[in-house]
């Protein structure tokens, strides 16, 4: 499959991402959402470098994740008239394999970044 590139910009600041031929304007979009989350931050803790911006980013967006998985587990067991939920269950997150994939492929070049900046600032 082809590959295309897009700049995504978070807090001011251009990234390169690869992706497949069409996803562009989704890569867009996600950049678009982790430049909000930064830009709280920064209104929040200030300007205390990409890198820590980009960790704590990549942390808020993890909590979100697992609160949207947690919800959906418990409305389909609700739903579904299984058994009651438990609090544990409630707890427990569950990914489809093609969802941890994604996550382990937008956390690897999150790290990525996190890393080159990090080299950068040295």
Avoid: F, W
């Amino acid at each position: 499959m082809s590959q295309s590139t897009v700049t995504v910009r978070i807090n001011g600041q251009p990234y390169q991402m690869g992706c497949d031929v069409g996803q562009e304007s989704h890569i867009e979009e996600m950049g678009r959402n982790v430049d909000a989350i930064v830009q709280q931050l920064v209104g929040s803790v200030g300007q205390i470098g990409d890198a820590r911006l980009l960790a704590m980013a990549g942390l808020i967006l993890s909590d979100q994740v697992q609160s949207a998985n947690q919800q959906a587990g418990v409305a389909s067991r609700q739903s579904s008239g299984d058994e009651p939920v438990t609090a544990q269950e409630e707890n427990t997150v569950t990914l489809t394999t093609e969802q941890m994939d994604n996550l382990v492929n937008q956390i690897t070049i999150m790290a990525q970044t996190i890393e080159h900046l990090a080299q950068s600032q040295e």
